[in-house]
């Protein structure tokens, strides 16, 4: 047993090799006989039990920061990480001010040392320069394409604006073509298009954004183009869903970091926040409509048809058509929590929680679509409610029938495959081909959709789909033998990108022709009040001039007969 003094309070601890164990004196801050487990200079590592504080003072005045770990924000002080495996604070290297999940991940840098890449060194690379009131090593405009790699996209958030690698044309002309795509998805469905095509481009728009997740250096032209479709992911709607609950913006667990560095951080809550709140927002339409359905019921106004109409589509056909739809996302960052359990405070207890609930619903999600399938009537009132489920499909045939089945399992075997296999990275992306050739085969084979149209879009999807993963795996390949020149790669990328720019144009096409469908017999309307307003003649007032000629001209022939 050694005891010190510090500030005046004997403290004794007892070495026994692996652990350290410190008892506190008489009274420490406050707190008395109280065994907390601290990190000491010289012994191991282990983090402080919850009765200590954060700081306290002493009798003089003078603040301690005596406990490593931070009881009102669940987490080590600088200098210490948590580890989450054995949820206890470990120092950082000496070099690192704050750090990450590892010893030698650096977030900052003490005095003398300048952060690249995780790291804290003494002198910066070639293309950097020192930026001394922030420690890091700061990329100077020149520097090269072989910086874009995603392992140093932390490197390119640095870069100066005005020497920013501009977007080329592709790239610009498909974030427009996505953008305005996107933002008159909604009101073309209230017009009447058929939301096959919408809903699908949407799982498109989210399958294309996936790609940036596969363990691939992609060139950075490439990262740039796939980072468009994050729209698919609705993380224009993550900021709502955080000043809704403002603890979930800054829970942060590890994932894998491809997926963490494009928004798919280990916490369920923090990860599928967009979704999240776009099913909050349909919760609350919901029970609008349903409270308005009950306070019209007697009436047959315009309010009470639009209300029981609204319950209508959400019973059951709109809570499962959001549920497939977002179900590519829900899968992903419920299998990212799943990797990363914790119950450590409230958030992350709910976050684990949740993550854990969806991925149950997602994996029982196909037998509920088949026993309700093999079991519905095939009445019109049946087929209205459940019309999500057959969407676009032949639900007169034994098999076509249970389509949106097969698309769900692939769903989930993909999500799988890019969650699990990740280390793997050949592997990872051969899981995902195979499952695009078997998707291929069974469109080829059995034309699942009721309109050629749609089976077309199917079919240039899974093909353009097999060209993009087998090019992934090229770079994958030369990611552990470097066969590829840096123009190589870009030559690759480029086929990647003109690739992605084909499936999306079909797409693009198919959804324009829908909308003049259906916005034809409104334009010709309008076109007819406009050539009415011009001759200035209303077509009831037209009618009525037409009686009274058609009156005046009777009159006038009784008049000259007598």
């Not at 007819?528 to 009686?547: D, T, Y």
Request: hydrophobic letters at 40%.
């Amino acid at each position: 047993m050694t005891n010190n003094t510090i500030l005046g309070k004997d403290l004794f601890w007892d070495d026994n090799g692996s652990n350290t164990e410190m008892f506190i004196g008489d009274s420490f801050c406050g707190f008395k006989g109280i065994v907390s487990y601290v990190f000491l200079s010289h012994g191991p590592n282990y983090l402080v039990t919850n009765e200590c504080g954060n700081s306290c003072q002493t009798e003089s005045g003078n603040e301690i920061s005596f406990c490593l770990y931070d009881t009102r924000s669940n987490s080590c002080f600088d200098g210490y990480f948590l580890d989450l495996n054995t949820q206890r604070c470990f120092s950082c290297n000496e070099e690192c001010l704050t750090c990450n999940y590892k010893p030698y991940n650096c977030t900052s840098c003490d005095l003398g040392y300048y952060l690249y890449n995780n790291t804290c060194i003494q002198e910066c690379p070639q293309y950097f320069i020192k930026n001394e009131s922030a420690r890091i090593c700061q990329p100077t405009c020149d520097i090269p394409e072989e910086f874009y790699l995603n392992e140093n996209k932390a490197i390119i958030n640095m870069i100066p604006p005005d020497c920013n690698p501009q977007e080329d044309e592709i790239t610009s002309l498909t974030r427009k073509v996505v953008v305005g795509v996107a933002t008159t998805a909604a009101p073309m469905l209230f017009a009447g298009v058929d939301p096959t095509l919408v809903w699908s481009l949407a799982n498109l728009l989210q399958l294309l954004f996936y790609i940036l997740f596969y363990n691939v250096k992609l060139p950075w032209k490439v990262q740039q183009f796939f980072s468009i479709f994050e729209i698919g992911r609705l993380e224009f709607l993550q900021e709502p869903f955080f000043n809704i609950l403002p603890s979930t913006r800054d829970i942060d667990l590890e994932s894998p970091p491809n997926f963490y560095d494009n928004g798919m951080n280990g916490a369920f809550l923090k990860s599928a926040s967009g979704i999240l709140f776009a099913w909050i927002i349909s919760l609350f339409v919901y029970l609008g409509c349903k409270l308005l359905k009950f306070a019209t019921k007697k009436e047959n106004n315009w309010m009470g048809r639009l209300a029981r109409r609204s319950v209508q589509n959400f019973e059951w056909t709109g809570f499962f058509r959001m549920w497939i739809s977002s179900y590519f996302e829900l899968t992903i960052s419920s299998i990212l929590q799943l990797r990363r359990l914790t119950f450590r405070n409230f958030i992350l207890s709910s976050s684990s929680f949740f993550g854990l609930l969806f991925f149950v619903f997602n994996l029982i999600l196909p037998g509920i679509i088949y026993l309700i399938l093999s079991t519905l009537k095939p009445t019109k009132k049946n087929q209205a409610k459940y019309e999500s489920l057959f969407e676009g499909f032949d639900r007169n045939h034994p098999f076509k029938k249970y389509f949106t089945i097969v698309i769900i399992l692939k769903r989930l075997l993909h999500s799988l495959c890019i969650v699990l296999l990740y280390e793997i990275p050949i592997i990872q992306i051969s899981c995902a081909w195979i499952i695009n050739f078997c998707s291929l085969v069974l469109v080829l084979i059995y034309h699942p959709h009721i309109k050629m149209s749609m089976n077309v879009v199917d079919l240039v999807n899974e093909l353009c789909f097999l060209i993009i993963h087998s090019l992934l795996a090229v770079l994958a390949v030369n990611d552990q033998n470097h066969f590829l020149s840096s123009k190589g790669r870009e030559t690759v990328g480029l086929v990647m990108i003109i690739t992605c720019f084909g499936t999306l144009s079909v797409h693009v096409g198919m959804l324009l022709k829908e909308y003049y469908e259906a916005l034809k017999p409104i334009l010709k309307k309008i076109s007819n009040l406009i050539s009415n307003k011009k001759r200035n003649i209303h077509p009831q007032v037209s009618k009525v001039r037409l009686k009274k000629r058609i009156k005046r001209t009777r009159i006038i022939v009784t008049k000259v007969s007598v």
